[in-house]
Each structure stands twice: as C-alpha cells, then as structure tokens.
C-alpha cells in the first residue's frame, strides 16, 4: 500500500470562473492559476502522483508550457490517472478537504463526486470530499483564497 499527500492553494481574484472538483460555482471571484485553478483537483493530483512516486504535478504540466495554459484540471487529472495505470496502482481511498470561508461549498459536492467517479475509475464510496472554514483566520478567513488539501491510498 502507498500513500500520498496533496495541497494546493490560489488566490481569489476578479475576472475568472470559480471552478472545483471540475464544477463551475457562481461566486464573484475565482482562483488564479495557470490552469484553471481547481485547488481541488491539483491537490489530488500531487497526492496521487505523489503515492506513486511520479513526483508532483509542476512536473508533468509546468506553468511555462503553454499547452497548460487555461487548461481544465480535470483533464490534467485524467492524464495523472493514466501515469498510476501505466505503473499498475489501484486507487483504494481518496480524501480531501476544501478551506474556504465563502462560497457555501456543501451543495457541490454531489457534482464535484459525479466529475471525479469517471476519471478515477473508482466507486464514489472510495471518494470522500469534505469542505471547511478557518473561522475568519488567515488568508481564507479574509477571503484571500482558497486552500485544498488530499490523501490517496494506492496498491498494486
């Protein structure tokens, strides 16, 4: 068994869609990035990359290749699971947290669960998808950004 561990976060800023776990959620802000900033997924991503010893996920889509550029990260996600497959890694449990004071987050969860089933080929029962505040504390707290964080356990 192999574990590893995701986090990512972005600033909030004017002028872009709010997008996580791959859904789109109207809110006045959304998250700078390269891609589209899905801290969700980017979380993800590395804690599965990094439980299979594949490095992190600046590596394989660096912010300088403009092919990335703009980039749905569901897409990226799914070239992540293609990388485990090739080296014969089941998933057998993913858990994240998302921190944001705002937007309320819990009704897109059911969507954001409906995105991920197909790209990791798993039961939605092995994903779990929590969300969170920081009670006003911190850069979230002051609706600065958002913070995403991830554990994936796989096997071969």
Do not use: W
């Not at 109207?26 to 590395?46: E, I, N, Q, R």
């Amino acid at each position: 068994m192999r574990v590893g561990m995701g986090f990512d976060v972005h600033q909030l800023v004017e002028g872009r869609k709010l997008i996580l776990g791959g859904v789109e959620i109207p809110f006045p802000k959304g998250l700078a990035g390269y891609s589209d900033g899905d801290v969700l997924l980017h979380a993800l991503g590395d804690a599965l990359l990094g439980a299979a010893g594949q490095g992190d996920i600046g590596q394989h889509f660096p912010d300088y290749n403009p092919q990335y550029k703009g980039i749905s990260s569901l897409i990226l996600l799914g070239r992540i699971c293609e990388i485990i497959r090739r080296e014969h890694f089941i998933i057998n449990n993913v858990d994240s947290i998302i921190v944001a004071e705002k937007p309320r987050l819990s009704p897109y969860l059911r969507g954001m669960k409906d995105k991920l089933v197909p790209i990791l080929k798993v039961s939605e029962k092995l994903i779990n998808i929590k969300v969170t505040t920081t009670e006003g504390l911190g850069f979230a707290g002051r609706e600065e950004g958002i913070a995403a964080y991830a554990v994936v356990t796989l096997t071969r």
